[in-house]
């Protein structure tokens, strides 16, 4: 017998930040290069960083991985994949490999990449049974998709630019998840496109730190939330067999794929600002009162280890040291962990003019430095950023970085602000820290901005551009520095994009001889919409690498009882004014989302037995990288320490089999379980269950191929990644003959509108859901015999479930009704009464939702004989 294993501040405040969550690219990157020809939508903002044409004859295995391994009813095979005259093909098969019937492909990214812009042009398959995805998510040991990969576990997010399934080609899933601390899914929808096996259709989503913005032939389709935590994650481009029964008809198919790109964000110059001031947890200047602990959960700026208040009087400060007396743009960073932030974070700013607070949900501010204004500030005057949960707030506050940008800001209606010709203030149109905006209709119209520059300097220039469908197409920024006023900048983002764009980098004297004035280009219709303009100095780019890190060093702590290794890397930072900042590489794959500007860096999870190899490079403002330090290796020690044995399991009686319930282990090397039948190995092929997917074991593990009216006994053992097995957990379990009826079975009907459900039911088995009135779905079991039975629902949970499902069972004399809620207490079998049928199929179980409130769900009922 066998057992396989089931393998957002708000818009207005939105930053992109250069290097935050950038691609994860080691070598050369395509710059600056057009999209092919085709309908596609590249969104302002962003520059080619990577791609793959797929010219040639054969994939670059340096960049990608062949898929392996059996997912849904097909073996992944590396000989399914080619590549000729620009695409890329997977074939999909008849033919048995691996015990299964079909065979196809796909491939993942060596690389990893972060916030920024995706995108492939394909042509899919449009006969029944196969399933096409273009999405991203990271890579573990335990993955058997990926078995050469040896490296930490990188399994934390998922995007599905798109998934569809063969027999709706028009269908277009769009959905995110996330896979720590457990998968947990953040549902999109479907999006009826065009048919997407009738030529090739270009597919494309943006990864911002706190939204997915989805695009079909440059449509944008989809805009979904989707808050940290995020990682730097691969890519996949796969066809799966997934549907029965198969159309056959006209196989060999393939789906082909033109190319795959990433478009990265071009940067904001906070992130590059000379004089920036950066303060981080673990820096002088920061302190806390109150009760806080260290977690690993969310990501920081610079790494994982950020803050998390323990108590309602949690409090934190950051006290920089300034270089000088001017205006700065604070930034805190939100380590955002998947809405379990504080609601109303009080970030109160003190500065020369006295205190600003501005409060931030830190639940929809995304994972990304949050703008908390300008300031003029003073050395030593004892000016700083304090937090605190502020009144009615919810959720638990935290922490990580803050940094004091040396910038000018001329905000629309402030000093320095002047205008020409009929202007109006807008309320609805949002700018800068959501203040209202400035728009004219005239063509003549003008506004200035004048800034009070500190010092004579290179200064990179960025206005604010309000998002708007009734802008003008092109705004025309000048730019008077002290060679002139410049050629009009017309940025292509001039319809707006409410994030800070970039006019250039510019000579200014000190004082107020500089300014940037906006105006319409000739024949332009729309609005011509006014916002902030800033001033950051940055110098000119350049072309000069900085040095190399040196005296790079390492230790590895290991933590037998939790199976975590943690490497601590650590090397003598490179200093100048130009330097922002380090890279960490491990076995050439970058592991830094940000640069790290400290001389260490912590990376967990490492697997027992590996040697890495490590190395550090150094980076400018102009985002030149040093050449790679002397790599050394890493070796981890091997593992021996078994795990704990599994707790809380639980045997079930089914017919001719048993299912299986337990506690996930805690530890982070987990593997999986094995499971043992009189004490022979069930689980032959490998453990079921891992730290991917925790909730497995809680919805049943089923042992199949035993005796009725036998006494089993069933053990249950953890494996680790090194392969120690722990002492077992043991339970005798006799299965008996009942019956099931589940939603794909002939005995179980529906009245009304149902949908699939992605609320896994028992053994993770589809459900079904319904949402009003009118709706209802009956069971009726073909019994073998009359007689008592025992009726239990398995009843899925939901927070959007129905409180009132209103189930009625139909038996020999009579009827009985109960009503169950959907949202707690399930995900279990309810026993729904003892009752008396005949043989055959006149009783049965009924369900409505009386109510029409919350959704309604359905998936097994089973019908138990009383001796």
Request: negative net charge; proline residues 7%.
């Amino acid at each position: 017998m066998t057992v396989r294993r089931s393998v957002r501040l708000l818009a207005s405040l939105t930053l992109i930040a250069t290097s935050a969550l950038a691609s994860a690219v080691a070598g050369a990157a395509v710059a600056d290069a057009d999209p092919a020809p085709g309908p596609n939508h590249v969104p302002a903002g962003y520059q080619l960083s990577w791609a793959d044409e797929f010219a040639g004859t054969a994939l670059n295995t340096n960049d990608w991985y062949y898929r392996e391994g059996e997912k849904a009813i097909c073996a992944n095979r590396p000989g399914n994949v080619s590549v000729d005259d620009g695409t890329m093909h997977i074939a999909l098969k008849r033919e048995t490999y691996q015990e299964m019937d079909y065979t196809c492909g796909g491939i993942i990214s060596r690389r990893t990449f972060g916030y920024g812009y995706y995108e492939t042009r394909a042509k899919l398959w449009g006969d029944k049974g196969f399933h096409s995805a273009f999405w991203q998510m990271g890579l573990a040991d335990y993955v058997p998709d990926t078995p050469s990969y040896k490296g930490p576990y990188n399994r934390f997010n998922e995007i599905d630019g798109f998934e569809i399934d063969s027999h709706a080609p028009t269908s277009v899933q769009q959905h995110s998840h996330w896979t720590v601390p457990q998968h947990i899914g953040n549902q999109g929808g479907v999006y009826t496109g065009p048919d997407s096996s009738d030529g090739y259709h270009t597919y494309g989503y943006e990864w911002l730190p706190n939204e997915i913005r989805f695009y079909v032939d440059g449509v944008l389709s989809r805009t979904l939330a989707y808050p940290g935590p995020h990682a730097l994650q691969n890519v996949w481009l796969t066809t799966l067999g997934y549907t029965e029964p198969v159309d056959e008809a006209n196989l060999p198919g393939e789906t082909t794929w033109d190319y795959f790109r990433y478009y990265k964000p071009i940067g904001s110059a906070d992130d590059i600002a000379t004089g920036t001031v950066l303060v981080d947890t673990c820096d002088p200047g920061y302190a806390e009162t109150g009760s806080w602990t260290g977690v690993g959960d969310a990501y920081g700026y610079q790494d994982k280890l950020t803050r998390r208040a323990g108590s309602a009087d949690a409090a934190a400060s950051w006290t920089p040291s300034l270089p000088s007396a001017q205006t700065y743009e604070v930034y805190a960073w939100n380590p955002d962990f998947i809405r379990s932030g504080s609601t109303a974070a009080r970030y109160a700013v003190v500065h020369a003019g006295g205190t600003t607070d501005v409060v931030i949900d830190q639940t929809k501010a995304g994972q990304q430095w949050i703008d908390l204004g300008a300031y003029a500030m003073i050395p030593g005057a004892g000016h700083n950023v304090q937090v605190a949960s502020d009144t009615g707030a919810v959720g638990t506050l935290r922490t990580d970085a803050v940094k004091f940008v040396p910038t000018v800001v001329v905000d629309n209606g402030g000093a320095g602000y002047t205008e020409a010709g009929p202007w109006t203030s807008s309320t609805t149109v949002k700018g800068w820290r959501s203040s209202d905006t400035r728009y004219s209709s005239t063509s003549t119209s003008t506004a200035r901005w004048t800034p009070q520059l500190p010092a004579t300097g290179r200064y990179d220039v960025y206005a604010w551009l309000p998002g708007s469908p009734v802008n003008v197409l092109t705004a025309r920024y000048t730019v008077n520095s002290t060679t002139g006023v410049s050629d009009p900048v017309d940025p292509a983002e001039s319809v707006g994009v409410d994030r800070w764009v970039r006019l250039g980098n510019y000579q200014f004297a000190a004082g107020s001889a500089g300014w940037v004035e906006l105006s319409k280009a000739t024949g332009d219709e729309g609005y011509l919409r006014a916002d902030a303009v800033k001033f950051v100095p940055a110098p000119a780019a350049d072309a000069v690498a900085p040095a190399t890190p040196t005296h790079v060093r390492q230790t590895v702590k290991t933590t037998p009882s939790t199976g975590d290794a943690v490497l601590t890397l650590r090397w003598n930072p490179v200093t100048g004014a130009d330097v922002i900042g380090h890279h960490v590489y491990l076995d050439g794959r970058r592991q830094t989302a940000n640069p790290v500007q400290r001389g260490s860096f912590e990376l967990h999870q490492l697997l027992a037995g590996q040697t890495y190899q490590l190395s550090v490079t150094a980076i400018d403002r102009s985002g030149n990288e040093s050449p790679a330090s002397q790599p050394i290796a890493v070796p981890v020690p091997a593992d021996t320490t078994a795990p704990a044995a599994p707790t809380g399991l639980v045997g079930e009686a089914a017919d001719g089999k048993a299912v299986l319930y337990w506690s996930q282990n805690s530890e982070v090397d987990l593997l999986g379980y094995n499971i043992y039948a009189d004490g022979a190995l069930v689980t032959t092929d490998e453990p079921v269950g891992n730290i991917g997917n925790p909730e497995l074991v809680a919805r049943g593990i089923p042992v199949p191929d035993l005796a009725n009216n036998v006494a089993h006994t069933l053990q249950v053992r953890a494996v680790d990644l090194a392969g120690n097995e722990s002492a077992p957990a043991t339970v005798s379990v006799t299965p008996l003959p009942m019956t099931f009826v589940g939603v794909t079975d002939t005995g179980y009907t529906e009245t009304g509108a149902w949908a699939p459900s992605s609320v896994p039911g028992w053994l993770t088995s589809a459900t079904r859901a319904s949402n009003g009135t009118g709706k209802a779905a009956e069971w009726r079991p073909n019994l073998p015999s009359a007689g008592a039975y025992d009726v239990y629902a398995w009843v899925p949970n939901h927070t959007n479930s129905t409180a009132a499902a209103h189930y009625v069972v139909t038996h020999a004399t009579g009827s009985a009704a109960l009503d169950i809620d959907q949202r707690s207490g399930g995900n279990q079998w309810i026993l729904l009464g003892r009752y008396t049928f005949t043989a055959g199929t006149a009783g049965h179980v009924t369900i409505s939702n009386p109510s029409g409130a919350g959704y309604l769900r359905t998936n097994y009922t089973k019908f138990v004989p009383v001796s």
